[in-house]
Nanobody
Framework: QVQLVESGGGLVQAGDSLRLSCAVS????????TGWFRRAPGKEREFVAA???????YYADSVKGRFTISRDNAKNMVYLQMNSLKPEDTAVYYC?????????????????WGQGTQVTVSS
């Protein structure tokens, strides 16, 4: 069973930075693709960023140039560095993993999910 645990959320001001972390259990982590999704109040869950097993990265247009996804296979960790945060980035952020190893933008492609971490950006 693969488990994901996010951390690093919090309350920040517009323009600040945060780094989210996701610890992934399992000995085959390096074969997974991992992604970050978010759900804002009253909205559908949306794709934020993903990294494939080969290291290819994908971003939503709304975060491109501000957010960076990375992974450390030695530590079974995934990170989301978020810079120049905006109030519209306020959401619960979820880490996800898929065994296909493909950095998909579709939440349906991910079998494993964390419990989420709240990010609140004040104006």
């Amino acid at each position: 069973q693969v488990q994901l645990v996010e951390s690093g959320g919090g309350l920040v001001q517009a323009g600040d930075s945060l780094r989210l972390s996701c610890a992934v259990s399992g000995r085959t982590f390096r074969s997974y693709a991992t992604g970050w999704f978010r759900r804002a109040p009253g909205k559908e869950r949306e794709f934020v960023a993903a990294v494939s097993r080969t290291g290819s990265r994908y971003y939503a247009d709304s975060v491109k140039g501000r957010f960076t996804i990375s992974r450390d296979n030695a530590k079974n960790m995934v990170y989301l560095q978020m810079n120049s945060l905006k109030p519209e980035d306020t959401a619960v952020y979820y880490c996800a993993a898929n065994r296909l190893g493909i950095g998909s933008r579709s939440s349906g492609e991910y079998e494993y999910w964390g419990q989420g971490t709240q990010v609140t950006v004040s104006s």
